[in-house]
């Protein structure tokens, strides 16, 4: 069976009108959730078309030697790195960031060190958004952004600019960070949280019927992924009325493809799926722009960083260089279409190898709702978990703790992580299974 794609899940919506009037809240569609584009068991994937670039066990003359065949250093000493992000970036990247550090395409400079305003960067920042409209066929009437403070100092921003003071903003709040945004929010503007999985330990998203807009919302802001927590949303909330949709796309940016006509507002950090930290992408609806709160910041107005192109000020120059080979190597390997079928594909290999560990290895996210991105998983007790992340670190598999705030493993799996890692760690999974079962 071929794998869905997110973007057929739209028709799973019952098409009911939503009509917004000041005096009722309304009720936010959801999707269904089986509507996810995770996999069940009983789904096969087409063969993966991802090349394994870590996957050559190779020695090392690194000071660390090996242990045992499987190994996964290359040779140059590198590990396959599970980080939440900054994360690892694809290796074709990094090996033509090197080739043109020292003397970017003959022009005698770094990247690093040029003028942001001579043509040389202003060709990197313009090859950048070209090709980052392309991948999500961004609309024209969509200004798209560089900015700096990362997707924390959008969460003061999106308010800022969207709201006046005392206007009332919505906030779904499916983990930390949507959490986070909402406690941020309500610095400037009258949010409230209409829907919290705080309860059910951040495992689970709302269902149709579940959250009602308050009339005269302005905005609905939800966390398309949740790093810490591992649920994503499959589909958006449609049905808002004249409330703007507003998502907090950091950790799954450009994992797949999305409607951007559906959103007002989409931001998201670089530093896991697209390029380093330091930069911070905005995709805002032209018509936005320009009414910012009094009180806003020069550098946090969008219409000001829209009309100077993101270039008001110095901006994070390698950080969007960086991010401009990324999009450019997305593209040469099919754009988002082909990204979310080597993603599924990569997550499909690791709740498959935990749902079929008879327990001994449990995702605490319900299924329809897993992230593709991030996987916490746990184990019976704090010990095994300990001496799993030993042993993983040990063969080349790193930054696999879960976040201090929720404990246990997390496998962040974003674009770049090549399916050989994935393939690296449930064979570890297996193995210490069989070492450890009672
Ligand atoms: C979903 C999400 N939103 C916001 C943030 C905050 O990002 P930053 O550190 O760039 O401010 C993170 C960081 O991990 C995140 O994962």
């Given at each position: 069976m071929a794998v869905r794609s997110c973007q057929l899940q739209t028709a799973l919506f019952q098409p009911r009108d939503f009509v917004q009037t000041s005096h009722r809240a309304s009720a936010v569609r959801f999707p269904s959730l089986t509507g996810s584009s995770y996999p069940s068991q009983s789904q096969s994937v087409s063969p993966c078309c991802c090349r394994a670039v870590l996957s050559t066990p190779i020695?090392?003359?690194?000071?660390?030697?090996?242990?045992?065949?499987?190994?996964?250093f290359d040779d140059e000493g590198r590990v396959f790195n599970f980080a939440a992000g900054p994360a690892t970036l694809p290796a074709?990247?990094?090996?033509?960031?090197?080739?043109?550090?020292?003397?970017?395409?003959g022009s005698g400079m770094s990247v690093m060190e040029m003028s942001h305003r001579g043509k040389e960067f202003l060709s990197v920042i313009q090859n950048a958004?070209?090709?980052?409209?392309?991948?999500?066929?961004i609309p024209d009437d969509y200004a798209v952004l560089f900015l700096q403070g990362g997707a924390t100092t959008q969460f003061s921003s999106v308010p800022l600019n969207l709201c006046k003071a005392g206007d009332a903003a919505d906030y779904i709040v499916t983990g930390s960070w949507s959490d986070k945004a909402f406690k941020e929010g309500q610095k400037y503007c009258n949010a409230k949280v209409?829907?919290?999985?705080?309860?059910?330990?951040?495992?689970?998203?709302p269902q149709a019927g579940e959250s009602s807009l308050t009339p005269g919302a302005r905005f609905l802001h939800i966390c398309a992924n949740e790093t810490i927590h591992g649920v994503e949303f499959k589909d958006y909330p449609t049905h808002l009325g004249d409330t703007l949709l507003v998502a907090d796309m950091s950790s799954n940016f450009c994992s797949k493809p999305v409607d951007v006509s559906k959103f007002a507002l989409i931001y998201a950090g670089a530093q896991k799926n697209v390029g380093p930290s330091g930069v911070t992408i905005v995709i805002v609806r032209k018509d936005l722009l320009g009414n910012a709160q009094p009180i806003t910041p020069v550098m946090l107005d969008y219409k000001i960083q829209a009309d100077n192109n993101s270039l008001y000020n110095t901006p994070p120059c390698y950080s969007i260089y960086i991010c401009d080979l990324v999009f450019s190597d997305l593209l040469?390997?099919?754009?988002?279409?082909?990204?979310?079928?080597?993603?599924?594909?990569?997550?499909?290999?690791?709740?498959?190898?935990?749902?079929?560990?008879?327990?001994?290895?449990?995702?605490?996210?319900?299924?329809?709702v897993r992230s593709l991105m991030n996987v916490p998983f746990t184990m019976e007790t704090a010990e095994l978990e300990a001496s799993f992340l030993k042993e993983a670190a040990e063969q080349g598999m790193v930054q696999l703790?879960?976040?201090?705030?929720?404990?246990g493993i997390r496998a962040s799996i974003y674009n770049a992580m090549p399916r050989a890692g994935i393939e690296k760690l449930v064979a570890l999974m297996k193995s210490f299974q069989a070492r450890h079962s009672s």
């Open positions: 020695l090392k003359d690194n000071g660390k030697q090996p242990q045992n065949q499987n190994e996964t074709s990247v990094l090996k033509q960031a090197q080739a043109e550090l020292y003397n970017w395409r958004e070209a090709s980052l409209r392309s991948l999500l066929n209409i829907w919290s999985g705080k309860s059910a330990k951040y495992t689970s998203l040469e390997k099919g754009g988002l279409e082909a990204a979310e079928r080597r993603n599924i594909e990569k997550a499909k290999l690791l709740y498959d190898a935990i749902d079929s560990s008879n327990g001994f290895f449990k995702c605490p996210v319900k299924g329809e703790k879960g976040h201090r705030s929720v404990g």
